[in-house]
């Protein structure tokens, strides 16, 4: 769920699995001032909201620590195999859906705390929080070149790219680099349609709280709520889109199979280690009170 509780839970998941660095410890560890700050951005807390987030993310990480780090160091396991060998597009799909899967569990454990906080917002905080969106869609729009066609988005989405598998696997020469953007000009990036799935998303959110905020259901009510948009929210329901998303996830994983042939022994063995320590790390923090 793309929400200011739910939204950070999200994004804590996938700082651990996908975009985790040695000051791992140090973020985990403040994972709940770091939350409550940022959701504070959207909002502006009163202290009982403040003091409610508090109580209630203490609590979420604690299972967290407990429940949810080992698995994801058996995930991390998995995909330091599939980088160390010969991956298929299949495989990419699959690793997809594992973290899809984790971050569901993360999310379903967190809505019954979004829901008492959703029963405490009210309209000047929400059109805060809609305010706060268009921002970072402006943001994330610029960041994407949507406005520049898609010979501008494939020169966004080869960056993006590339920092991201320079991370896990170090420097890549300008040949590697010359045969990843030919690989990005081959496809259609999927920019603007991700944009406006999460366009999409954030309308339904907003109607939600908005119809919370109205109507005052029963706390029930509103678990359910959320859980049906927590449901919808991976992939459109519209058959047409939904098979559109389907191809560009497809695409995708393909990409990320050619990217990956391309890269040397001493690349995949850079990536090895980086997942060696990450898993390290997990288990180390998974021990700590």
């Known amino acids: 769920m793309r929400l200011p509780f ?9 700082a651990i699995l996908l975009n985790a660095c040695s000051a791992m410890r140090l973020g985990y560890g403040n994972a709940d001032s770091l939350a409550r700050w940022w959701m504070d951005q959207y909002l502006d807390f009163t202290p009982e909201q403040d003091a409610l987030v508090r109580e209630r993310l203490t609590r979420l990480l604690l299972w967290h620590r407990q429940s949810q780090l080992p698995d994801y160091a058996i995930l991390l396991r998995e995909a330091r195999d599939l980088v160390d060998g010969q991956p298929t597009a299949a495989n990419s799909l699959g690793l997809s859906e594992s973290i899809i899967r984790r971050v569901r569990t993360l999310t379903d454990k967190a809505i019954p705390d979004v829901a008492d906080l959703l ?8 059109d805060r ?4 969106l ?36 170090g420097d890549f020469s300008g040949e590697q680099e010359a045969a990843i953007r030919r690989l990005i000009d081959a496809q259609p990036t999927g920019s603007q349609f991700w944009f406006d799935e999460r366009l999409r998303r954030q309308r339904e959110w907003l109607d939600l709280v908005r119809k919370v905020q109205r109507e005052r259901p029963a706390r029930d009510a509103v678990v359910a709520m959320l859980r049906d948009y ?31 042939a391309l890269t040397t022994r001493a690349q995949r063995d850079h990536a090895r280690h980086k997942f060696d320590d990450l898993i390290r790390e997990l288990g180390e923090l998974a021990q700590e009170n």
Request: charged content about 30%.
């Open 6 to 14: 739910g939204r950070l839970l999200v994004l804590l998941a996938a």
């Open 119 to 126: 029963a405490t917002l009210t309209p000047a905080q929400i």
């Open 129 to 132: 929080m809609a305010a706060r």
């Open 134 to 169: 268009a921002d970072k869609n402006s943001d994330y729009a610029k960041e994407a070149r949507l406005a520049d066609g898609e010979a501008g988005q494939r020169k966004a989405r080869m960056k993006r790219l590339l920092d991201r598998a320079e991370y896990w696997f």
């Open 230 to 260: 927590a449901e919808r929210f991976d992939i459109p329901v519209e058959p047409t889109r939904r098979t559109q998303a389907i191809a560009l996830r497809r695409s995708s994983a393909e990409l990320a199979v050619a990217m990956h």
